[in-house]
């Protein structure tokens, strides 16, 4: 668009200056002196910005009304979104970025206490910076839904292994995530502290899964030296199996729990 703009003007340059050398040709051929000619240049320059001015003033005037029209219609929604007993979509979307604002940052937190707009502010840029606001916090949300979604299933399958309680577990981060129907916070303290969890859950199982390796180690060592017939081993399989196992290998329900262990020991 830049560049067709720049060929239109220059494409006016060239023109006149083509109709200003043919007049300079003519005055030639019929003598104008160079008085006259000076003052017919200054006419012509002046004929020139006074065309230039109307143009300008025309877009102005377009402009101006164009912009009315839109106060106008944006008034008269509003007028109707009122009498409907709706709220204007820019009050909508200031609403919905509040509830997101505050489920992010976390309910105790007054994180809006000052109003975001004002409700007779209608302007098209106005409600599309709400609306560029809202998207940037939408995806921000669904991005920290996720988030908690990959640390609850973590989550479950380390109480799995382990063999606690993850209702248990999760109502002491946050009690309504237990809840499948009930509300979901996805504040950064929600995150953090089921990340904190996770990760100290982890460590307990990977405790107790060294543990258990230590143990078979032991067992495979005895067997080796009583010449244990291969029947016996077997019936210890189980345990022996996962001697090798990374941490993320171990996912057997309750192959680690603290009465496991207490047995093997014995």
């Known amino acids: 668009m830049g560049s067709r703009k ?3 003007i220059r494409q006016v340059e060239t023109t006149c200056g083509s109709l200003l050398y043919e007049l300079q040709i003519i005055w ?3 003598g104008e002196t160079e008085t006259d000619r000076d003052e017919m ?13 109307r143009k300008v003033d025309q877009a102005n005037r377009c402009r101006d009304q164009l912009r009315q029209a839109i106060v106008d219609a944006e008034a008269e929604l509003a007028a109707i979104s009122y009498a ?9 979307q200031v609403k919905e970025i509040e509830i997101i604002t505050n489920d992010i940052k976390g309910q105790g937190e007054h994180f809006l206490s000052k109003p975001l707009t004002d409700e007779t502010d209608l302007s098209m840029r106005k409600l599309e910076e709400f609306n560029c606001h809202l998207q940037a916090l939408q995806k921000e949300n669904s991005d920290q839904v996720e ?24 109502s002491q981060v946050n ?4 809840d499948p129907k009930g509300p979901r916070s996805s504040s950064d303290h929600t995150i953090d502290n089921l990340d904190d969890v996770v990760q100290k859950l982890r460590e307990v199982k990977i405790k107790r899964m060294q543990k258990l390796q230590d143990l ?27 001697i090798a196992a990374s941490e993320h290998e171990i996912t057997q329900t309750s192959s680690l729990t603290e009465d496991f262990i207490k047995y093997i020991s014995c």
Request: hydrophobic fraction near 35%; proline fraction near 4%.
């Open 28 to 30: 030639d051929e019929v």
């Open 175 to 178: 009690p309504p995530l237990t």
């Open 41 to 53: 240049l200054l006419e012509l320059e002046r004929e020139c910005l006074e065309v230039y001015r």
């Open 6 to 8: 720049k060929d239109l």
């Open 84 to 92: 409907l007993g709706e709220c204007p979509v820019h009050i909508r």
């Open 147 to 170: 988030t908690i979604r990959k640390h609850l299933c973590t989550l479950y399958s380390h109480c799995s292994v382990l063999g606690m309680d993850f209702n248990e577990v999760v």
């Open 216 to 242: 078979a180690t032991t067992m495979l060592e005895l067997w080796n030296l009583m010449d244990t017939r291969i029947e016996e081993q077997q019936e210890y399989q189980h345990i022996t199996c996962n």
